[in-house]
């Protein structure tokens, strides 16, 4: 399904470059590389459930620039919400906004979770992600579920 996703992003977001959540570990390892600033474009209520470690949040319909007025346009940005289409729409807008190394993060924090990585709410690491919706949270393991969705 998350290769559907992907098709489905590359269609709407064609400028938009993806990073894959093991090419985004390997470049948090390497010394040499600059630490990204990481943007959450889910809603508040999601984020307050759980986020990527670092995670700024800026939702896709309003791009805050007071936060990104001191990021350098070259600075690496990487974008996710919770399967990549919030997100892509974000990196679309930063782009046209003269940043220069933005990339959605391929299958968003949902496939981040299903792949055993760790989400943090209030500096804790926590094991649940908001689901979204009942449909989109049917792509996000059971297990991780903030709670049932009707």
């Known amino acids: 399904m998350f290769y559907l996703l992907r098709l489905l992003l590359k269609l709407n977001f064609p400028d938009v470059r993806l990073i894959t959540i093991s090419e985004f570990l390997q470049s948090s390892k390497r010394q040499t590389s600059p630490t990204p600033l990481i943007i959450d474009a889910r809603s508040p209520e999601e984020y307050a459930v759980s986020h990527l470690k670092k995670a700024q949040l800026i939702e896709t319909d309003n791009l805050d620039k007071i936060i990104l007025s001191e ?6 940005i990487v974008v996710y919400c919770s399967i990549g289409y919030r997100s892509g729409k974000l990196a679309q807008q930063l782009s046209s906004a ?4 933005v990339f959605n993060l391929s299958g968003g924090i949902f496939q981040w979770i299903n792949q055993g990585n760790p989400v943090f ?7 649940v992600v908001h689901p979204f919706n009942s449909i989109w949270g049917k792509l996000l393991k059971s297990k991780y579920h903030a709670y049932k969705v009707v």
């Open 121 to 127: 709410q209030n500096h804790h690491q926590v094991e």
């Open 71 to 76: 990021v350098p346009l070259d600075k690496p």
């Open 98 to 101: 003269g940043y220069e190394n």
